[in-house]
């Protein structure tokens, strides 16, 4: 399979409330996602990756 059919594939294959969402304003980052807080570390987890990629301190999220 080709690149680009893999990426269709893959594309074709997201499920309802497997997305995220990013707000930036006001001072606040606030992060929407599908999944539910299930004691899986979501919070910890989704917030670190918003500290590395956009370069924010923990308290604006």
Known sequence: MSSK???NAC???TS???EAKVR???GKVEVITGSGHH???YLSS???L???ELGVSE???
Do not use: D, H, L, Y
Request: hydrophobic share 35%.
């Open 16 to 18: 309802p409330g497997e």
């Open 5 to 7: 059919g893999m990426k």
């Open 11 to 13: 594309e074709s294959r």
């Open 59 to 61: 308290n604006v999220i």
């Open 46 to 48: 989704f917030s670190k």
């Open 50 to 52: 918003v500290i590395e």
């Open 24 to 26: 930036i304003g006001k």
């Open 39 to 41: 004691g899986q570390a």
